[in-house]
């Protein structure tokens, strides 16, 4: 059974950094993109960034420029650094992943920050 385990959630202030991470366990081919999403409250899920098996990355229009994601040295494991948080980046984040036309979903960590 595919699992995907996030962590690195917290609280902290605007301004500040977090990193989260996620691994993929259960699994013994590559996914073809991973990715991180977000859901605020009363608010719909949103893509917050992706990369492919090739490298390639995406992010959403509100978090260029602050966020990095990344692949890990590990098969299938992702990181996202967020710096310069905000308030309006308070949400759960969710890790995602992708392998033919199958998505997989983390069970969510908690960011917060305070302003």
């Known amino acids: 059974q595919v699992q995907l385990v996030e962590s690195g959630g917290g609280l902290v202030q605007a301004g500040g950094s977090l990193r989260l991470s996620c691994a993929a366990s259960?699994?013994?081919?590559?996914?073809?993109?991973m990715g991180w999403f977000r859901q605020a409250p009363g608010k719909q899920r949103e893509l917050v960034a992706l990369?492919?098996?090739?490298?390639?990355?995406d992010y959403g229009d509100s978090v260029k420029g602050r966020f990095t994601i990344s692949s890990g040295s590990a098969k299938n494991t992702m990181y996202l650094q967020m710096n310069s948080l905000k308030p309006e980046d308070t949400a759960i984040y969710y890790c995602?992943?992708?392998?033919?036309?199958?998505?997989?979903w983390g069970q969510g960590t908690q960011v917060t920050v305070s302003s």
């Open positions: 259960g699994i013994t081919f590559n996914f073809h993109a």
């Open positions: 995602n992943a992708l392998w033919n036309g199958i998505q997989y």
């Open positions: 990369i492919t098996s090739g490298e390639r990355s």
